[in-house]
């Protein structure tokens, strides 16, 4: 393995830049750059919705909750104990609520204050690997990775989660290149705080990467026997990261577990961890799940790296690479295939679950992008860039316009038969022309033989679209499913009436109207609720429920219906 801190090139590719003076000089350029993306690309659009339950209520309403009872321990949905997740996200809302105030913008805010960090992260560990273009470009690239961006707008675990790994798996590969022994502290520290924020699952996911990293590497023969493998695991002091990791994360643990007598790790180690893997719980999804959801969740880079796919089989056959680059990237594919091997063998199979492949990704698109500008093919690049603007997009427009018109003889438009209305289309229409712009002049200075500022164009368009397009798309959702709910809220507060769940529930009505909310699952419960408290009785009941139903009760009396909500009176 070749340790040193210079960059060898591999046959057929062009020279590396390594002036140091120029790469210097740009470095701060680059970190700045970044930060203010990543800031603008997260931040702004948190405010424009409200709620989107289930995930993004129950981490908000839970640390609600336990700011409420000043409890700090054991985390509550609907005023129980909840025991699916460790405690870190929730300690991160209650600082943000507590700094600031309880509002759905400060409960996302902290997720996406991560994913801001996660940026300028990558951008830190891929640059003595990649080079500092590379390393620009793979950040960029993190930042424009639609399911990224969506889940980092939402107050969930799975950006801080991919953060954290991510922390740890790159800090410990630049620990066996020869980096500082402060990359061990580093990584040691982010795992900890992933046991906190999602449980052993990402520490033991880092341990199996590096060790498949390992194994592919190892020298043939006698020189990669047990010595080797021995040298290589010392240079990480898995014991020394053990007793750091276990005192960051078990205070907590063994605090909950004393609090809750037990309950919590039957619930989380047992049913949540144990009984997803095998398919026992909920999202139980075909084999064929996450091949969408990657190609779909991670575009346009999903379709780029296919261009690569060539190089990525010769970095896996060669075994034995020579260059910083080269070995990143191998690490990025194993990191890559691994992850996306592992969880479609799992029954139990969520979108999100596969997010903390995204630094690989990122970094393999950003090592791409930065080869195209070596190699400056930049004739194929313009021409392509050149049909996208001039015919691909403004048909796209145009068909988007179309479809967003009356039709004749006053029928709705056809979106409007999808959900879309007219203002999301317009909206999306004038970010699109952004786009637009940036793409015309990738395409300008592409034929103008300027292939590094053509790729950085088209790079920024994506960040951009993302950043645009991913807030819009929450709103007009939240328009849609959520808000429906707010308006029916707020009728229940102004005709002062207990209000109930049947058979759902739902944390954004916690979160709203500030107290516990009855749940009703059984005739016992509907008794309860009916015979107690004041009258009004209200309920709620989702369209999926009305349809089991066949047909409501006679005491049940329609007030309103909005969206998949129907709000009842009942009349004991």
């Known amino acids: 393995m070749n340790n040193s801190s210079t960059q060898a090139n591999e046959p057929g590719e062009a020279p590396l830049p390594t002036t140091k003076r120029k790469a210097g000089g740009r470095f701060a350029l680059h970190i700045v750059f970044i930060c203010l993306v990543s800031l603008i690309i997260f931040v702004p659009g948190l405010n424009g919705y409200g709620v989107i339950d289930p995930s993004d209520g129950l981490y908000a309403e839970g640390a609600r909750e336990m700011l409420e009872r000043s409890d700090w321990v054991t985390p509550s949905s609907n005023y129980k104990p909840f025991f699916e997740k460790p405690i870190l996200i929730y300690w991160m809302i209650m600082a943000s609520y507590k700094l600031f105030y309880i509002h759905e913008f400060f409960a996302r805010l902290p997720v996406a204050l991560c994913g801001a960090f996660s940026a300028v992260a990558l951008l830190l560990l891929t640059r003595p690997f990649l080079g500092a273009r590379a390393a620009l470009f793979a950040a960029l690239a993190l930042l424009s990775i639609p ?99 276990l005192s960051i994360a078990a205070p907590w643990y063994i605090a909950e577990g004393i609090a809750t007598k037990g309950a919590f790790y039957h619930e989380f180690f047992i049913n949540q961890n144990f009984g997803r893997a095998m398919g026992t719980v909920n999202h139980q999804n075909p084999f064929w799940f996450y091949i969408p959801v990657y190609f779909g969740g991670f575009f346009p880079w ?51 679950y596969i997010l903390p492949i995204a630094p690989a990704v ?63 289309v317009c909206a999306f229409v004038g970010h699109g022309f952004f786009v637009w712009c940036f793409l015309v002049v990738a395409t300008l200075t592409a034929f103008r033989k300027k292939c590094e500022a053509s790729i950085t164009a088209i790079a920024c368009a994506f960040a951009f679209a993302c950043g645009t397009f991913v807030p819009t798309g929450l709103q007009h959702h939240y328009v849609h499913t959520d808000l429906p709910l707010f308006h029916l809220l707020k009728r229940v507060v102004q005709d002062k009436a207990q209000v109930a769940l049947y058979m759902r529930d739902s944390p954004a009505v916690n979160f709203y109207l500030r107290r516990p909310i009855k749940e009703i699952k059984t005739l016992l419960d509907y008794k309860e609720y009916v015979e107690a408290g004041r009258k009004p009785h209200y309920l709620l009941v989702t369209t999926d429920v009305m349809q089991q139903m066949k047909e409501p009760p006679s005491m049940w009396t329609l007030l309103e219906q909005r969206s998949k909500w129907h709000l009842f009176k009942v009349d004991p």
């Open 362 to 424: 990122a970094i393999l698109s950003g090592s791409l992008l930065d080869r195209v500008i070596r190699f400056n093919k930049t004739k194929p690049l313009a021409w392509t860039l050149l049909v996208i603007v001039v015919v691909i997009l403004p048909l796209l427009a145009i068909g988007a316009s179309v479809l967003a018109a009356p039709m004749p003889g006053g029928d709705p438009p056809v979106l409007s038969k999808l959900g879309i209305d007219f203002n999301t």
């Open 302 to 352: 999903s379709i780029f790296t296919l261009f690569d796919v060539r190089r990525y089989f010769s970095l896996l056959k060669k075994r034995w690479v020579l260059t910083r680059r080269a070995h990143i990237e191998l690490f990025s594919i194993l990191w890559l295939v691994f992850v996306l091997c592992l969880f479609t063998l799992l029954k139990t199979k969520l979108a999100t």
């Open 147 to 245: 399911l990224y961006v969506t889940v980092g707008h939402v107050a969930i675990t799975d950006v801080p989660l991919t953060l954290f790994m991510m922390l740890g798996s790159l800090s410990l590969f630049s620990r066996l290149h020869g980096a500082h022994w402060s990359s061990l502290a580093v990584a040691y520290s982010a795992l900890g705080l992933a046991l906190l924020i999602k449980g052993p699952v990402p520490v033991a996911l880092v341990a199996l990467i590096l060790l498949l990293y390992l194994a592919w590497i190892r020298p043939k023969g006698i020189e990669g026997g047990y010595q080797w493998w021995w040298r290589r695991l010392m240079m990480l002091h898995p014991f020394l990261g053990a007793v750091v990791m």
